[in-house]
């Protein structure tokens, strides 16, 4: 592999990593309205 291409990989995995986090945070975010919704908190 090149080493072009080796540090596109690796930007690209750092950038998948981030924006997983960022899912996660939201999935989470929405699950804590839900049940705030509900009255639960």
Same mark, same amino acid.
């Given at each position: ?7 596109? #990989? ?5 950038? @998948?990593?981030? =924006?997983?986090?960022?899912?996660? $945070?939201?999935? #989470?975010?929405? $699950?804590? #309205?839900k $049940?705030?919704?509900?009255? @639960? =908190?």
């Open positions: 592999m090149k080493p072009e291409m080796a540090k596109q #990989l690796k930007a690209l995995e750092r950038e @998948n990593v981030r =924006l997983k986090k960022m899912v996660a $945070e939201q999935a #989470l975010d929405r $699950e804590i #309205l $049940e705030a919704a509900k009255g @639960n =908190l």
